[in-house]
């Protein structure tokens, strides 16, 4: 479609979404180009990062929170790259927010993909909006990090990095372990010596394994690997190095193990037929997926994942039954478990595609099919409605009404919001339509990080079905969680258009 065409077509249903304002242009973003950041110091314990990206993160930590946004518009203005900028507040969470626990403040981290993904798909004019929320939400996991001790990512310990030929060994060793410092030097001495697939096969394994957390642990490697795609494959070091000590935490816990059921799934896996990357599509097949976890135990999803490949169903058809599971969990008790259940979804299957290695393959579709009852058990939520018999009404009006119908619906009904979505796109709505409103309730109007991770993970699984039937019903699912046109704006929103106001009548 003509980028034109689209934007008038969005300007019209952005009227109907009650977003006013808001979706002018912010002023003078158009003319944003590239520039460094003066050098600044950072403690000598501390990690630091290359020559070229070391003096962005520096102002990125220095730099008040409430005059945060209003600096980042100026460097901009002055030529500094959205990808510097990405890449400052990305490793400036890294080095400055402890990953124990993975999730609550390490968001500003853990979201990071998820924001410039938003931001990547929206209009030019909106590009930038998701990185002044990041930027925002960094300087308050800042401040929550500094009242609970102050965590900084230190140095390595170069006298105890592992050889090349032993650091992969070593790694696997420390990670069975849980030996934080061994896990640290073996993944240091990976990435200088090892290729960037070859050193993230042993990052994904030990990814799919643990549930604990709500199932972060998986979404940090899934997200530091594609932001690193992003900014470039030499800031690996220490995001690996970050990840890997996320990945060990035990959130307290004194049992040195896996949740959920890994150590079945390592046997389950070995049951798999070798041609099992091929098969038949079979819409039947997720169905009987989707039945089995909504009442199975976490071993016996996993066990009929094994017996639908070895049937000859191909494992797409099953990451299909996982994702709607996940969604499904959203439509019957929204909130925090079942935000979970759908991103950490996306990240097993975004792991699925990633790695090169078999049985890491079969061990994330097992582990995906295995955490949705776990999930299920933890959201205590009643057995409807269905999200495979959502009801789906013609709509009574067409295009950026009736998209303007749906959001308007959200607030006071969010079943009703979820029908007409369905109803919508049923009958031959445009579901870019509606995801570009989407998009722009999560700008203008999102207030967690959450919104940003839910709705980026929510949105691509809908892309990602192998069967074109089940995009509707993902679709309408997101609606339990996306705020609606009646949500109030985003204060932080307000603050970003302030900012860029102020910078450009400072310069005449």
Not at 481 to 501: C, F, Q, W, Y
Request: hydrophobic share 45%; glycine share 8%.
């Amino acid at each position: 479609m003509d980028g034109n065409l689209r934007r008038r077509r969005f300007l019209q249903a952005a009227s109907a979404l009650g977003l006013g304002v808001g979706l002018g242009r912010l002023p003078g973003l158009d003319s944003i180009t590239t520039a460094r950041a003066a050098d600044l110091k950072v403690g000598p314990d501390a990690v630091r990062f290359r020559p070229e990206i070391e003096p962005v993160v520096a102002w990125i930590e220095e730099t008040p929170r409430e005059r945060i946004l209003e600096v980042a518009v100026q460097k901009l203005k002055d030529g500094l790259s959205y990808r510097d900028l990405l890449a400052g507040v990305f490793l400036a969470g890294i080095r400055d927010i402890k990953p124990h626990p993975v999730g609550f403040k390490f968001h500003a981290v853990l979201a990071i993909n998820s924001a410039h993904l938003l931001g990547q798909s929206a209009a030019v004019s909106d590009r930038l909006l998701p990185l002044f929320w990041a930027l925002d939400n960094f300087k308050n996991s800042q401040a929550a990090d500094i009242r609970e001790g102050d965590w900084t990512l230190g140095k390595v310990d170069e006298s105890r990095l592992p050889k090349r030929d032993k650091a992969k060994d070593a790694y696997f060793q420390a990670m069975e372990q849980w030996d934080e410092g061994a896990a640290d030097t073996a993944i240091a001495a990976l990435c200088r010596t090892s290729g960037a697939a070859e050193t993230m096969e042993p990052i994904w394994r030990m990814a799919v394994r643990d549930q604990r957390n709500i199932g972060h642990k998986p979404i940090f490697a899934a997200q530091s690997w594609r932001t690193l795609q992003a900014i470039g494959w030499q800031h690996a070091e220490p995001v690996l190095r970050s990840l890997t000590f996320g990945l060990l935490d035990l959130s307290g816990d004194a049992r040195h193990v896996p949740v959920g059921p890994y150590e079945a799934n390592l046997e389950n896996a070995k049951r798999i037929r070798d041609d099992w990357q091929t098969g038949r599509l079979d819409s039947s097949a997720t169905r009987s997926l989707l039945e089995t976890i909504r009442s199975a135990s976490p071993e016996g999803a996993s066990a009929a994942v094994v017996k639908l490949l070895n049937d000859g169903i191909a494992p797409e058809s099953l990451w299909d039954a996982v994702v709607l599971a996940g969604n499904e969990q959203m439509m019957r008790k929204p909130g925090i478990v079942a935000i979970h259940a759908m991103t950490s979804a996306n990240a097993l299957h975004f792991i699925f595609g990633a790695s090169g290695d078999d049985t890491t393959r079969r061990l994330a579709l097992l582990q995906a099919a295995g955490w949705q009852p776990m999930y299920r058990d933890r959201n205590k939520a009643a057995d409807e409605p269905k999200i495979d018999a959502l009801e789906a009404p013609a709509p009574e009006t067409t295009g950026d009404e009736a998209v303007g119908e749906v959001f308007a619906a959200v607030t006071e009904n969010r079943a009703q919001a979820a029908q007409k979505a369905l109803g919508y796109l049923s009958h031959g709505g445009s579901s870019d339509l509606l995801f570009g409103a989407a998009r722009r309730m999560i700008f203008y109007k999102g207030k967690d990080s959450h919104d940003y991770k839910y709705g980026a993970a929510a949105w691509e699984e809908c892309v990602l079905a192998s069967d074109p039937k089940w995009r509707a019903p993902l679709a309408a699912a997101m609606l339990f969680n996306l705020p609606g046109a009646k949500t109030a704006d985003s204060p932080l929103m307000i603050r970003a258009r302030e900012a860029v106001g102020s910078v450009l009548g400072a310069r005449g």
